[in-house]
């Protein structure tokens, strides 16, 4: 990599490894006190130089406005296992005070014409470096375990078709996004029997 990229993306990766960190504790408290955690995995990664030359030209972003204008070089995914406890980590993550959120995005609500679903915040969050605090902004996706498998499947087909997907593939996914969806609300009506189920096993795991 390119030392200039690399000083410019290190503050994010900091970021992203002290985000993973914190909320994989979090994941384990829950565990610890034996109640249900809205925490199934925390993913994250800084977003790739190939990908930000990319959308800084498709969407007109300077290379000295990234800090500001490119909201997700640091991203965090945090996937939960019903849709109530994506509200759960919303509000968990708003009151934290190591990080700020500056705004959201309610693509569970309101799902993106593509059939994506998943909660975005947008954030401050300070990085130690040497000598100065440095506040970088960074994208935390929160989403079902359905809501993922949909996306990181349309994600890899995205990569191959470059968003022109064929008809027939277009209406698949629209399909399956309705099915994803129609599992979520299945499983949220079952919700506490799961989850008592899921007590019983770690009572017997320990
Ligand atoms: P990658 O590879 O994940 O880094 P906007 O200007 O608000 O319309 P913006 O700034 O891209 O668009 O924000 P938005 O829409 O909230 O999307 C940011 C990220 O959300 C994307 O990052 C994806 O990770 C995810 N995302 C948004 N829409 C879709 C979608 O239709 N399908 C999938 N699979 N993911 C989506 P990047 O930069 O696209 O890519």
Redesign the pocket.
């Known amino acids: 990599m390119n030392r200039d990229w690399e000083l410019f993306l290190l503050p994010y990766k900091q970021t992203v490894d002290e985000l993973k960190v914190k909320l994989r504790g979090l994941r384990e408290m829950y565990h610890l006190r034996k109640e249900h955690g809205p925490i199934e995995f925390v993913t994250g990664?800084v977003?790739?130089i190939k990908?930000i030359i990319m959308?800084s030209k498709t969407?007109d972003i300077p290379i000295d406005k990234l800090e500001k204008d490119?909201?997700?070089l640091a991203?965090v995914?945090i996937m939960c296992p019903f849709v109530e406890d994506i509200h759960e980590v919303v509000s968990l993550l708003k009151n934290r005070n190591d990080l700020t959120v500056i705004y959201e995005?309610d693509?569970v609500t309101n799902k993106?014409?593509?059939?994506?679903r998943?909660y975005?915040l947008i954030c401050e969050y300070p990085v130690q470096l040497i000598d100065q605090v440095k506040i970088v902004l960074v994208?935390v996706?929160i989403r079902t375990l359905a809501m993922n498998f949909?996306?990181?499947?349309?994600?890899s087909l995205?990569y191959k078709y470059q968003g022109e997907f064929p008809e027939e593939i277009n209406a698949r996914l629209q399909k399956a996004a309705e099915s994803a969806f129609q599992l979520d609300e299945e499983m949220s009506t079952i919700r506490e029997e799961i989850k008592e189920i899921q007590q019983d096993f770690r009572f017997r795991e320990d």
Not at 112 to 116: E, L, R, T
Not at 150 to 155: F, G, V, Y
């Open positions: 990664r977003k790739p990908s959308k969407r490119m909201e997700d991203g995914r995005k693509y993106k014409d593509s059939g994506y998943s975005h994208e996706q949909w996306a990181s499947i349309e994600h995205n």
